[in-house]
């Protein structure tokens, strides 16, 4: 990760897309950065943090996004420039917020705030692939979406300009390969920001009363229209009068400009990059639908700028009406994720090309070649990952319960469970902090019938992001619930970020770790705490517990993220092996099987269990439940 | 001779764990430094450690490239694991493309499990070689346990792709980048990593060009 504040003004360095806004807002002068981690937006506030100290500037993980962007908020209407970065799902959590700040304004003290929404077509890392563009539309918010890395920097910048002469927040959409891909950037001037925090005494932020607050957002977002109609993020390549316009916003561009490289057909295809999405430039788009024959649009998840390019020359009642192509017409998808092959499908279909990647003999040769060789390999906890012991314990506990208990889980590592490599003991998944509130109902449930106990499960980061009000709201109104907190010590899925259980903020100052079941004894749970790697014992607290009709239980199953012990400790905790003789091979299969370590695996040459150099993390927990006692651990000096 | 193509579309591929995003990342910055547009595409997120990783690497002195390739048009794929070679080889090869594999496999869970059955290495390699312009298979993991270093496995493998001078690459280059990337004390032991590849690479029996 480069230091963000040393780069040189004027030279280009290879940045990741996050890094690229980190640096734009650290130029635009930023000096309050708050985000909850998530993928793809963590690493964000990752380098702001690494140089907050040296640059003067308040980083923090938040407890989650709502919190996060009410503290920039805040900090805002002092005069201090302020941003808040989240991943598509955190925006929800974020959204009662984001609503009202551009009706209340930001004051006229020359604060501004850059809202950065990272969303993840084809879902690599979160459950669903909402597109949060229609949100900033929603807020009244201006929105760009940055098609490069360069231009990730420069919105950024733009939109804090924006924001301060406006009094509004802008709103910045990422999605995975700008936030996760790097590519050249050239950086600006950068300069210690010095604002002083001071907030008027005599003003006051409220969307109330909202008509007439509202009547002046629309006024200055006409405003801002016209702006975005001469943008510089907007951008024509191509022949004066195309045959075919694609118009496209964020990774549409570079998959578009493959596409017509591949076919070249730079001749006939133009290209109306659209970098300001809402209020969205009719006039700029209707000027060029105009000039050319039909026209393609494309974008990534929903048909947002299709909606409104649509919109726009319906408004213009253009005679003939001009053909608009894309996802309504099925030239391109609504699902998953852009890419070249899918805009060359669209232009071969429109242009009646003909177009294999391949040679169709050599297609065939490596379908025959290749055939059925290629197995998947799933997702699946890193070995010496303290869940697949959870899981285990926790499953053998449901299994024994004999009432067929319902588990109703939560996101981060433990996620995992539901996918193949897992467990799949999992019931419900939903979001952040929606494992306990499900399970707290289901916990109501008794006087419908309702036998099967309730367990709700959630990670120490997750636990203070969203569980919290669930499991108040569990003892208020008295449910039958057992809840598990796996606490390994850190927010592990998103690349090991202290949380308030930590004892350390986000810039590495120590801090209060809060006690996780002090908090569930003062709200008056039962609670019990567990190594998860004692999985006898596990199994038997957990059952334990499931037969204890008394309200609220929490069974915390303590054990650190092996991956940031071996950070910390840098050695494994044991010599492990397998014993040759003893192990029993396919006969048994305990390790490979039913732990699914991938530390771990059969080995055909001996018939045996074989240890996977590099990846086995020597925890012991094979060994200790190796059925054969086949398998070795040996205390390290 | 070393590919000339114009982007020069590279993947790197294997199992999360084996140091991929760090080798793409050294890559990428080697031909930043030379003046290219660089640019790489980064897949991760979810599993830490055990799930199929790979980046893309795409080079141009004309413009820049998006992160995504299409389809059947690598040129080089640097495979850190044989099964990840084999699944972007059918994604992304051709017959030009050359290949560079380590050959010692991480099997899949579903593979311990009975559900799944590795392929055959002599199968895959065959498949391989048929298949593309070019392919190097050499033991990488093995290389790096000799010299006591299972995490360098990247790096032996850049060296057998420096070795292979498929890229406008020179060991300098790469121990730049090192230098920048890691601690002090990691150095020497990565510097062995990358002439054991280079080492490896002039002793495999190469498949040459048909």
Known sequence: ?637 | MAISADPLNLVITGVGGQGNILLSGMLGGAFMKKGYYVTIGETFGAAQRGGAVFSTVRLSQKREYGPIMPDGKAHLIVGLEPLETLRLVEKYGNSDTVVISNTYPVVTASVSSGQDTYPDMAELKKAVESLCKEAYFIDATSIALDINAPIALNIVMVGALLGTKQLPLEVEDIKAELRENLPPDRLEVNFEALARGMKAIAESKQFSEK
């Open chain 1, 1 to 637: 990760m480069p230091n963000l504040v040393k780069l040189a003004s004027g030279s280009e360095y290879l940045l990741q897309g996050n890094e690229a806004i980190a640096r734009g807002a650290l130029e635009s002068g930023v000096q309050y950065c708050a985000a909850y981690p998530g993928t793809p937006s963590t690493e964000i506030l990752t380098s702001l943090a690494a140089i907050a100290k040296e640059a003067g500037i308040h980083a923090e993980w938040s407890s989650n996004e709502k919190v996060a962007t009410e503290a920039a908020l805040a900090t805002a209407y002092t005069g201090l420039r302020t941003i808040s970065s989240m991943k598509n799902a955190g925006l929800n959590v974020a959204m009662d917020t984001l609503q009202h700040i551009n009706l209340a304004t930001l004051g006229d003290r020359k604060g501004a705030m850059v809202v950065v929404v990272a969303d993840d077509p084809q879902s690599h890392a979160s459950g669903d692939e909402e597109d949060t563009r229609w949100a900033a539309q929603m807020a009244n918010a201006p929105l760009m979406e940055p098609a490069n890395f360069q231009e990730a920097l420069d919105m950024t910048k733009a939109l804090f300009e924006l924001s301060a002469e406006f009094s509004i927040f802008g709103y910045l959409r990422g999605y995975t390969r700008l936030a996760h891909s790097r590519g050249k950037v050239k950086v600006g001037d950068y300069k210690k920001a010095d604002t002083k925090a001071w907030f008027d005494r005599s003003k006051m932020f409220t969307p109330y009363i909202a008509p007439p607050k509202r009547a002046a957002l629309i006024k200055k977002m006409a405003e801002i229209r016209e702006r975005f109609e001469d943008s510089p993020f907007n951008i024509y390549q191509g022949p004066e009068k195309p045959e075919l316009l694609i118009i496209c916003s964020g990774s549409g561009m570079p998959s578009s400009l493959d596409a017509i490289e591949e076919l070249g057909l730079g001749d006939r295809v133009g290209i109306l990059k659209l970098g300001t999405l809402w209020p969205f430039p009719a006039r700029t788009v209707v000027s060029h639908v105009q000039k050319a024959g039909k026209t393609l649009v494309v974008e990534e998840s929903d048909p947002f700028v299709e909606t409104h390019v649509k919109a726009a020359v319906a408004d213009a009642r253009l005679s003939p009406a001009p053909e608009i192509l894309g996802k309504g017409s099925g030239h391109q998808d609504y699902v998953g994720e852009n890419n070249p092959d899918r805009v060359i499908a669209a232009l071969c279909r429109i242009f009646g090309i003909e177009y294999q990647s391949r040679e169709p003999e050599y297609q065939e040769k490596m379908n025959d070649l290749i055939g059925k060789m290629v197995v998947s390999r799933g997702l699946a906890w890193c070995p010496g990952c303290p869940h697949r012991a959870s899981f285990y314990a926790i499953g053998n506990a449901i299994k024994r319960d004999g009432r067929d208990p319902i588990l109703a889980s939560d996101i981060g590592c433990y996620t995992m469970d539901a996918f193949p490599a897992g467990t799949q003991i999992t019931n419900i998944l939903h979001c952040m902090g929606g494992g306990f509130a499900e399970a707290g109902g289901l916990g109501q449930l008794a006087q419908f019938g309702f036998t099967q106990p309730a367990i709700g499960i959630c990670g120490d980061s997750t636990f203070f992001h969203g569980a919290i009000p669930a499991l108040i709201n569990a003892v208020y109104n008295k449910s039958n619930v057992t809840y598990i907190v796996l606490d390994n010590a850190i927010t592990a899925m998103t690349g090991f970020q202290p949380h308030a259980a930590s004892g350390r903020t986000a810039t590495q100052d120590v801090t209060s770790q809060i006690d996780i079941e002090a908090l569930c004894k003062t709200v008056g749970c039962r609670v019990e705490i567990q190594d998860p790697f004692d999985t006898k014992a596990t199994t038997a607290k957990l059952m334990e517990l499931l037969k204890d009709d008394n309200g609220v239980k929490v069974l915390i199953l303590r054990r650190k993220c092996e991956l940031l012990r071996m950070r910390q400790e840098k050695k494994h905790l044991y010599k492990v092996y397998v014993d040759t003789e003893k192990c029993k091979g396919d006969k048994c299969g305990f390790c490979y099987r039913i732990l699914r370590c991938p530390g771990i695996a059969y080995d055909a040459e001996t018939g045996k269990a074989k240890i996977q150099p590099a990846l086995c993390a020597e925890c012991g927990l094979c060994a200790d439940l190796c059925p054969s006692k086949a398998i070795v651990k040996e205390e390290r000096a």
